[in-house]
């Protein structure tokens, strides 16, 4: 089992930043890879980003390119997803999640690969 909480989320304007934070708690933190998604009003769920069980490889959604950056830190069992330059179109409830994997630098997309989702939170940003 593992448990996700998130929290970072706010209100901004647009061409500011946030840092959302996921903290993971329950089976070995270095176990799983972990994602970023995230869910706009109307929309299906999207992926934002991933990274690695290693912390070695990430991945990102074309339209957070550049913007966007993850990063785990193994001690405090935490990824984060740094966010600048956010756009009107970022506005969305984000979700943490973890990809039971045996496989160190790997890093997915698809949602239906994630295990443990949690909550969300929710990230607003105005023009």
């Known amino acids: 089992q593992v448990q996700l909480v998130e929290s970072g989320g706010g209100l901004v304007q647009a061409g500011g930043s946030l840092r959302l934070s996921c903290a993971a708690s329950?089976?070995?933190?270095?176990?799983?890879?972990l994602g970023w998604f995230r869910q706009a009003p109307g929309k299906e769920r999207e992926f934002v980003g991933a990274?690695?069980?290693?912390?070695?490889?990430?991945d990102y959604a074309d339209s957070v390119k550049g913007r966007f950056t993850i990063s785990r830190d193994n001690a405090k069992t935490t990824v984060y997803l740094q966010m600048n330059d956010l756009k009107p179109g970022d506005t969305a409830v984000y979700y943490c999640?973890?990809?039971?994997?045996?496989?160190?630098?790997?890093?997915?997309?698809?949602?239906?690969?994630?295990?443990?989702w949690g909550q969300g939170t929710q990230v607003t940003v105005s023009s």
């Open positions: 999640a973890a990809d039971i994997t045996f496989r160190w630098d790997y890093v997915g997309r698809d949602s239906r690969d994630y295990d443990y």
């Open positions: 329950g089976r070995r933190f270095s176990s799983y890879a």
């Open positions: 990274i690695s069980r290693s912390g070695g490889s990430t």
